[in-house]
């Protein structure tokens, strides 16, 4: 071929050769780099564990970021870090609201995810028990029912607390319950305890007189939101605009907390006290850009799943934090 090129090209004319080297030069390039259509429908979860998602869908701010594409948003509730992670990992969703240990998780099993934002710092876990009840510390869980979500943050929070007094989930009989089953469970007395999450825990904290018996804010780990990787991989300009119609979100949720709590209040039917001790108390809204302290807090968490069992010995939890956070992507147009 390379002794006849040549003479075909000098034959045939330039429009031939224009014709010739731009197959040549196709049949070189990577057809990733010729990029995937745009997609018909942004699939973005909302959560009442990420207010931030609930003010975005109210307001209808990614509607009429991607009207212009001809785009449309569809939005799926989630109800834990779980349930987001199965619909990133079936691809029925593209963002999803989780934990940043329960991504960490989800990512060292073989969810395809990518950590890209920060929506909330919150202290929306702890172990928590009926007012009734001789439950008073870690210890006394041992051999009693506690109700759990798994790979959520509130069982991450659950086995870490366990492994302080070195005990194990084997020492207690786990229930496993979505997180409203879970409440629904202690205050009924189904279970002793329950690995809570708000705001479930502090309707059960202001309606029931539950008691949260072991909290530990460090050990919640971030409100992270995540991709799909093949959809980053081919739609980073969308994503790229996803984040920065989040940030806008945000600031409004932080500059005007009447709004946010109506919009709260209307997704949750749930009182204004109750509303009041999560967003007010336990959630914090001054963060966005993901980066060094989320890959600690992370880190941490996997590092102690690691020696609890819970992560097998071989798995390198560092290089998956590694690749799960991705901070490349900017938050503004």
Known sequence: MTIQTPSILSQRGPIWRGWLASVLLVGLLPTAGFGADKPKTI????????????????????????????????????????????FLNAGSIDFGSTAGSAALVSKINGNPIKSIYVY???????????????????EDLKGRRVAVTRGTDPHIFLVRALQQVKLTEKDVTPVLLQHPDGKTALIRGDV??????????????????????????????????????????????LVKRVLAVYEEARKESLANYSDLKRVFIAATKLPDTVVDKQLKERTELTHSKIGAPQRDSILAAGLALQAAGVIKADVNVKATVDALIDDRVPLTH
């Not at 209808?60 to 799926?76: C, N, S, T, Y």
């Not at 929306?124 to 510390?137: E, F, S």
């Not at 690995?195 to 502090?202: E, I, K, R, T, Y």
């Open 192 to 237: 002793d305890a329950w690995a809570g999450l708000d705001p479930m825990m502090a309707q059960a904290e202001v309606e029931d007189g539950a008691r949260l018996f072991y909290r530990n804010k460090e050990a919640n780990t971030w409100g992270i939101l995540n991709v799909r990787e093949e959809f980053l991989r081919d739609h980073s300009d």
């Open 120 to 138: 909330s710092r919150p202290e929306w876990t702890a172990l928590v028990t009926r007012k009734d009840t001789t439950v008073a510390k870690i």
């Open 43 to 86: 699939n973005i979860d909302w959560a009442t564990y990420n207010p931030v998602s609930m003010l975005l869908k109210d307001r209808g701010l990614l509607e009429k970021e991607f009207a212009k594409d001809g785009i449309g948003i569809r939005w799926v509730q989630t109800l834990g870090s779980n349930k987001a992670l199965e």
